[in-house]
């Protein structure tokens, strides 16, 4: 996996290597230092399950030059012309080098089938590479459950690896497979940014798996395609170097999917609420969601709850642990989860609800709650916390008909910029000589002295910022 970064966006947690992140960003501010307006785009914002926002290179330069201040034209045409090429020039490298990071991230490490036996229970049929370390990835692909479904798919975990796989039941006439047999395909990659890529080709192959058992080849050929399809990395350094032809030709043809109005979801169904998960996930609380069958789309709340944290504030984050999406999780993670200090992670099993020194947070369809008394207080949804819902909401009323964002874009900028508040005023405050956080700061970071007091305390204990709180009682953090 990539380094961790303090940019780290919605399913790029800790993904994208420090060659991309922080990106843009940082070019514009060594280049253009006078610069105070860059488009959000520009900052390299990464959209929901890719590696970067959907934005072409001539957007991205066109962004860079309207956040860029103008050269004084006594100063002559041609430096005006040599920055400006500087800056595009270095954005296209900066943009070459995230494209062969995605690449390798893409690369499939192994891929595999899981069946259910009547006898047995969930069974490892067959994999690629047949050395590879695969304990448990029968547990984790095929969710408890799932037997009650016709079909489904899971994120998961294994390892320092991340799987997809996609899930299907079909009824047969057989005794032995007592009416019904069950199976999934999936793979691990090293990272989860580009796992969707491959969704419908593991939703094509599940369903061949089921009528055509022990047939292999197409999950061969898929397998030798994009288990090292990358170039040497010299080769990026020359203008226009091309990525070697596929060694077989896909079939059935692979479709990108995308978990296009998974925030629409997460927002119908935690409402107001989810400003209460935003304080958790800022918190790095450990999250457990609770969902019966199909577990896909509760992956997709896992998926949209790490968004809730990102501070793009270079250095925030230094010190903490990474706030971790586990997306689905079984009995068999338990030793697992018992050393995580942070995370975020989904399950089909009721039996976790009695392991509370697993988690600090239980999300049981739409009710949050906790059996610690310390986060009890911030299970309320205060007056702020209102004004910031609202706010999104009108946000995402603004967006329709407008094609420049998705709605998950909006999502993840709203609560950047959200966060951003949140900290700026705190970092300015604490490298003061005057250490003194007024409730004239408090109100600018969008918080209520009053009602978000207690959040207030738990944020500047969380990230260790040295401030004087001055509010109903002065403490020092």
Same mark, same amino acid.
């Given at each position: ?17 420090a ?7 940082t ?8 610069a105070?307006?860059?488009?959000? %785009? ?11 926002w ?6 991205i ?16 045409t ?16 900066? %943009?070459r080098?995230?494209?062969?990071n995605?690449?390798?991230q893409?690369?499939?490490l192994a ?5 259910f ?16 370390d ?7 692909s ?43 395909v ?16 593991l ?38 170097a ?20 998974c ?11 989810v400003?209460?998960l935003w ?46 999406p ?15 200090l ?35 207080p ?5 007056s702020?916390d %209102? ?16 094609s420049?964002?998705?709605e ?11 966060n ?11 490298s ?12 600018r970071?969008?918080?209520?002295p ?22 109903d ?5």
């Amino acid at each position: 996996m990539g380094s961790e970064s303090d940019r780290s966006a919605l399913l790029d947690w800790e993904e994208v290597s420090a060659v991309e992140q922080p990106s843009l960003a940082t070019e514009v501010a060594e280049i253009h230092p006078q610069a105070t307006t860059v488009s959000s %785009r520009a900052l390299g914002g990464i959209a929901p399950g890719g590696g970067g926002w959907s934005s072409s290179p001539q957007e991205i330069t066109a962004s860079f030059e309207e956040a860029s201040p103008a050269v004084p034209m006594e100063k002559g045409t041609n430096e005006r012309v040599n920055r400006r090429a500087l800056g595009q020039q270095k954005i296209v490298t900066s %943009r070459r080098e995230a494209d062969w990071n995605r690449r390798d991230q893409d690369q499939v490490l192994a891929v595999f089938v899981v069946t259910f036996d009547t006898r047995s229970g969930n069974m490892l049929e067959w994999c690629l590479p047949q050395d590879v370390d695969l304990d448990g990835v029968e547990f984790k692909s095929m969710a408890s459950g799932s037997h009650r479904i016709s079909s489904d798919f899971v994120y998961f975990r294994k390892d320092s690896y991340f799987g997809l796989a996609c899930f299907a039941n079909l009824p047969v006439e057989s005794e032995l497979e007592r009416g019904a047999r069950m199976k999934s395909v999936g793979i691990l990659s090293p990272s989860y940014t580009t796992l969707y890529h491959h969704m419908t080709f593991l939703e094509n192959q599940v369903r061949s798996q089921l009528l055509c058992p022990g047939e292999y080849s197409v999950l061969e050929s898929f397998f030798e395609q994009h288990k090292g399809v990358l170039p040497d990395r010299a080769a990026w350094g020359s203008t226009g170097a091309a990525m070697p032809t596929p060694k077989h030709t896909m079939t059935p043809e692979m479709k990108v999917t995308h978990p296009a109005g998974c925030v629409s979801q997460f927002l119908q169904l935690f409402g107001e609420q989810v400003m209460v998960l935003w304080k958790l996930a800022l918190l790095r609380r450990r999250i457990l969601i609770f969902s019966p069958p199909p577990v896909g789309v509760v992956c997709y709340r896992v998926y949209s709850c790490c968004a809730l944290a990102n501070v793009p504030l270079p250095g925030v984050t230094r010190g903490l642990p990474p706030f971790r999406p586990f997306f689905y999780v079984n009995v068999t993670d338990i030793q697992t989860l018992e050393t995580e200090l942070s995370y975020v992670a989904c399950t089909t099993e009721r039996v976790f609800e009695e392991k509370k020194h697993l988690f600090d947070v239980y999300v049981d369809n739409q009710t949050v709650m906790t059996h610690r008394e310390s986060l009890k207080p911030l299970l309320k949804v205060t007056s702020s916390d %209102r004004e910031k819902y609202k706010r999104l909401q009108e946000k995402r009323k603004r967006l329709v008909g407008d094609s420049s964002f998705t709605e998950e874009e909006l999502f993840m900028l709203f609560f950047s910029e959200l966060n951003t508040k949140l900290f700026q005023p705190l970092l300015e405050v604490s490298s003061c000589v005057d250490r003194t956080l007024t409730e004239q700061h408090v109100r600018r970071m969008g918080l209520d002295p009053q009602t978000d007091h207690k959040f207030l305390v738990d944020i500047l204990e969380t990230y260790g910022i040295d401030v004087m709180l001055t509010l109903d009682t002065s403490c020092c953090f």
